[in-house]
Every structure is written in C-alpha cells, then in structure tokens.
C-alpha cells in the first residue's frame, strides 16, 4: 500500500552508484536549462521572477516523491503560466500583493483537485478531451503567448487577453519602440532560433556525439542569457530604457499561506479545474512517450497525487501552478536521468541558484526571457492539425478550428472552457450514432460482412444488422429508429437479428428500447432475435423482461441464425 501511494519506496531499494552518477549528469543541465526558463515563465504569469525559481523547486521534490515518471521534470510551463495569468489577472492587479496570493490560492485549488482526482482513481476523466482539441488550444495558447511577448521585444507597453486586443495594443504604441531592446530581443531570438536547428549539426561536425551535442543544443538559451547580460551591463543599456530584470532576492523559498477566503475560492475554483485538466494531459502525454521508449509504466492515478502535490507544495512555498514541462522532460531524459531522484537533485540545484546566482541576472534584459518564450511556445504551434483533420473528420476539424479561433478572439480561458465542452459534445456526438452495419454471409464461409462493402448473400425476409458499440442512454434511440425506418410497409423482411459481438455494455435505457424494438416488431409480425451475445451482456439482459418476452431467439453464433432463418435456397450475393 505505501509503495502504491509513494513510488520512492520501489525505485529507491534498487537505487545504485550507476544511477546516481546518470541522475546527478542530468540534474546539472536541466537545472543550467531551468534557470531562465523558471524567470521567463514567472514573467509571463505576471508574477516576480523568483516565483518561477520557487516553484521549481519544493514541487520537483514531491514529485520525486510521489510520482510515477522517471522522466519527468516539473515545473512552471508556459501554457500553465498564460492560465494563471489569465485567471489571476481577474481578481487582482499584477505587483499587487494579493496578485502572489491569488496565485497561491490557485496553485492549492489545482493541486487539491488533482489529488482528489488520483485518490478516487478518477484519471480517465482526462480522456474525455479529444487530442485534436488539445492540439487546437495549445496551437492558439502558442500564438496568444507569443503575441503577448512582442511588448518586451520592442521595449513597449501593451496589454489584451486576446490577439485582437495584444496585436491593438502594440500598434498603438510603435511610435515607442526602443531600439536598443529591438537589438537585444531580435539577436536573441534569432539566436535561439538557430540553436534548435544549426547547433546540435555543427557540434556533431566539430567532434561531439550526437547526444551531448543534443542535450548542449537543448541548454543554449543560458549562452544567450550570459551574452546580454554582460552587454546590458557593460554598455549599461538600463539607462537607455532597456528593461531588466533587477534584483532577485538571496533565499530559499519562503513559507507561504494561501487565501482561502470564499469569495476567492468562488472565484478561481473553475480556472483551478481547468488549469488542473489541461496540465495533467499535458504531462501525461510527455510522460507516457518518455517511458515507453525505456518499456516503463506509468500509473495516472498516481501521476495526478504527484503532480498535485506538487501544486500543493507550490502553494505554500512562493509558488504557482505547475506541471510536467516538454522541453525540459526531454533533456532530462536525453541527458540519461534513470530516477525521479534526477529532479530532486535539479531542485537542489535550484535552491542553491536562488541563494547564491540571482544576483548575477540583475542586468538579465526582458526581452532575453521574452525571446525565451517565444521560441519555446512557437515550436508548440502546429497548424498542420487543421489541413489533418479536414482531411480525416469534419466533425474533428470543427472542434479544432472553433477551440483555435475562441481562445485567440476570446482568451484562454474561455477557449480552454470550450475545448473541454467541445470534447465531451463531440463524444457524445460520435457515440449517439453508433455504426451499425447490414450485414450478409460470405459465400463458401460462416463469416459476415457489410454488404457495402462485400460481395455477401443476403435473403429479403431476413435483416442482419450488427451493432459495432455498446449502448446506453445518447444511442439507444437511434438503434431503435434505424430499425423501425429499415422495416418499413411493403418489404419482406420477417425476422430481424441484432449481431452483438460488438457490444461489451448496455444500461437500463438500452435494455428499455430493446423491449419497444420488441414490442413494435411483434406488432408487424416481425421477429427479433439475437446473435453472438456476450456473456456480462447477457446477464443484464437476464435482470429485466426482454428475453422472457422476446418474439424471436438468442443464437450462440449468427451463422447459426443464418442457418436458422435464411431462405433454403441461397440467394445470388447482392451486387453480383
């Protein structure tokens, strides 16, 4: 039971030297990567940046603790960061004393959610949201992220919450722009634009392995940072309005409290459940690609205790929400981390960053971190979803194209809200139309297929129709109207046969339009029968009164229906 809720207990009894030597390689450069990465995402939640280093730190030692990911390193993460911004933004001004508050009491709301969640084995909740729709929000979460940045690449105010409001509001001060800040945001930009793709290739050319040359590309943000700092401080560019990060206070993080005030509470609950959500597929999606290339398992369940935990930790040391980071998670794994224990050395890492290196990102430019972010969020954006999805299911490509276009012309809240709903309208769509096929005898076999599709016997005083879902309450109608349009006045049809090898489950409202489907076929002196029903199926269809009045019968295999009912004589297969 402990080793369940705390998976320290079983990767650290076969803990060696080999792991410690691989995880303390790891921890080293994520924690070189985190240390810009946790200020430019703190910015962008529009809190001060050691809030970002503060939630690096207690969050990524609970997660060791508790969660199921080798991999995995958690932290502030830019979609996270836009959210709480969003959400905290609505309840209190950003500086502002209960701006930090607010995000505290956002981070306990998340985490306590999550850990309910994992408590009550509740993780599969999270596979209600449809990928495409995931794509489609952190595709125009990415480009919203992105817009907002631009204010501190040109070095001028702007606000909004949506791209129409951000793209308004840097027009209306272009007139503004400082070019020392251009020069520092541009050149950093393109930098770290290159580094993705031109420096692992000519650190590979100069010597290094493939791998140390990848986890060096991965960690090129810090030159960057190195690189304006001295130039911002040598040149002593703050003066000429280039804005700085100035001072990070020396210390571990701080014991916080939360507000749990009601008001509060009423007020971010449901962006806590939304922020929640979002970051649990978000890392689970990371975490479960990472452990299937090393044939590991990962438990959500308990991948959301960790992670809200996590949150919860965040709450009360200076924090704010936070979640399983992609890029970070990859270096972390590239880098050869074999344990959690990697990100509690990270932690570690970080804590002595906060006591001892702070004062050295004191002439640290904005517009680095900016350009940090931006690059980050834009490898996010995939607009291709759009082109795969028209092509594949219109019904997807809706979902997409309305979560992209709600979240960049109404926020991310709304947009992550109609995501979600989204989701679950498009699943109850799909399954409220069960596919169900006619289906007819294969020549010279026992097997059946869709006469659509195949070159099949078929007899007109017999409908075979097999049922490809389980039903319950959204498609049990449309089963019966399928039915009662398919036997309508004029047609031969006597006997009807429900092929249900296909369907695992019904519940009592399918049981109920089973016995009207019954009731309505006796009428027209039609018989209903059964074929191939499983054996948890058939104990369901025991407990009420459709077998006991059942005009037809329950065959053990449709070829014996078939064999039953068909006209003696073959007809020629349809389409023939």
């Not at 730190?57 to 502030?76: D, K, M, N, Q």
């Not at 084995?121 to 489609?136: K, T």
């Not at 503004?176 to 050149?187: A, D, K, Q, S």
């Not at 075979?464 to 309450?473: G, H, I």
């Amino acid at each position: 039971m402990l080793r369940r809720y705390l998976p320290v207990l079983d990767w650290g009894r076969s803990y060696d030297r080999h792991a410690l030597s691989n995880d303390l390689i790891a921890a080293v450069i994520v924690t070189i990567m985190l240390i810009p990465q946790s200020l430019a995402y703190a910015l962008l939640a529009g809190l001060p940046p050691e809030a970002g280093i503060y939630a690096s730190i207690v969050p990524i030692l609970l997660y060791s603790v508790f969660g199921t990911s080798r991999s995995l390193a958690v932290g502030p993460v830019a979609v996270v960061s836009l959210l709480t911004a969003t959400a905290v933004g609505q309840v209190a001004a950003q500086g502002t004393a209960g701006y930090a508050v607010a995000a505290l009491t956002l981070a306990l709301l998340s985490g306590g959610f999550l850990v309910i969640l994992g408590l009550f084995r509740l993780g599969f909740l999270a596979n209600f949201l449809s990928h495409p729709v995931i794509a489609g929000f952190i595709t125009a979460s990415g480009l919203l992220i992105a817009a907002s940045q631009l204010k501190h690449i040109l070095g001028i105010p702007a606000e909004g919450h949506t791209l129409f409001e951000i793209l308004a509001s840097l027009a209306g001060h272009l007139s503004e722009i400082n070019l020392p800040t251009v020069l520092l945001g541009v050149g950093a930009t393109g930098f770290l634009f290159w580094v993705r793709k031109g420096l692992k290739p000519l650190l590979i050319r100069l010597g290094l392995g493939p791998r140390l040359a990848h986890v060096i590309a991965k960690a090129g943000p810090v030159a960057a940072v190195i690189v304006t700092t001295v130039l911002v401080s040598q040149l002593q560019l703050d003066r000429e309005g280039v804005a700085i990060v100035g001072a990070v206070p020396q210390s571990l993080p701080p014991f916080t409290l939360p507000d749990l005030s009601l008001d509060l509470v009423r007020q971010l609950w449901l962006p806590a459940v939304l922020i929640s959500i979002i970051g649990f597929v978000e890392s689970m999606s990371v975490a479960q690609t990472l452990a299937a290339k090393k044939r590991q398992r990962i438990g959500p369940d308990q991948e959301l205790i960790g992670l809200g935990m996590a949150n919860i930790g965040a709450a009360f040391t200076g924090g704010y929400p936070v979640t399983g980071g992609f890029a970070r998670s990859v270096v972390n794994f590239d880098a050869g981390a074999e344990t959690p224990a990697a990100g509690a050395f990270t932690a570690l890492g970080l804590a002595v960053a906060a006591v001892a290196l702070t004062p050295l990102v004191f002439f640290l430019p904005k517009a680095t971190l900016a350009a940090t972010i931006i690059v980050a969020v834009l490898s996010l954006v995939d607009l291709s979803t759009l082109k795969k999805t028209w092509s594949y299911s219109r019904s997807d490509f809706a979902a997409v194209s309305a979560t992209i276009v709600l979240t960049l012309g109404l926020g991310v809240e709304i947009g992550v809200a109609s995501g979600v709903l989204l989701s679950v309208l498009l699943h109850l769509y799909k399954t409220s139309r069960p596919h169900v096929a006619e289906v007819g005898l294969v020549p010279g076999t026992q097997h059946f297929r869709n006469i659509d599709r195949h070159a099949v016997e078929t007899d007109p005083h017999l409908l075979s129709l097999r049922v490809d879902e389980s039903l319950y309450f959204v498609n049990a109608r449309f089963l019966e109207d399928l039915i009662l349009d398919r036997v309508t006045d004029g047609c031969q049809i006597r006997h009807v046969v429900l092929l249900f090898s296909a369907v695992n489950d019904l519940d009592y409202s399918a049981l109920e339009s089973l016995e009207a489907i019954n009731a309505r076929l006796r009428d027209m002196d039609i018989s209903l029968h059964l074929s191939e029903v499983k054996g948890p199926v058939m104990d369901k269809l025991q407990t009420g009164s459709l077998l006991a009045s059942l005009n037809g019968e329950v065959f053990l295999s449709h070829y014996c229906a078939w064999q039953r009912l068909a006209s003696p004589v073959p007809l020629p297969p349809a389409g023939a």
